[in-house]
């Protein structure tokens, strides 16, 4: 968890420098299997309707500034209804 927990560090100081395997490694850790995959666009479910949603995208080996600030958001959310 530790590479996780650097990952998300890096995210959140550049969105723009985040690879897409890294980030959907992430997304793993936190959310389980996509349950989509076979297209350009990796989905995941969360625990609640609505935003913020997790679908990512790869754009030439890294992740879209907007998607990975998405992913943080809802990472966010979900560690505050753990608390």
């Avoid at 490694?25 to 609640?48: I, L, N």
Wanted: aromatic share 8%; proline share 7%; hydrophobic share 40%.
């Amino acid at each position: 968890m530790a590479r996780i927990a650097d990952i998300i560090r890096k995210a959140r100081n550049s969105p723009a420098n985040v690879r897409f395997r890294d980030l959907a490694s992430v997304c793993d850790a936190y959310f389980g299997a996509p349950r989509q995959a076979a297209t350009s666009h990796r989905v995941y479910r969360t625990p609640w309707p609505g935003d913020p949603r997790v679908n990512i995208q790869d754009d030439n080996g890294m992740a879209k500034p907007y998607q990975v600030r998405q992913v943080l958001m809802a990472i966010d959310k979900l560690e505050a209804q753990r608390d």
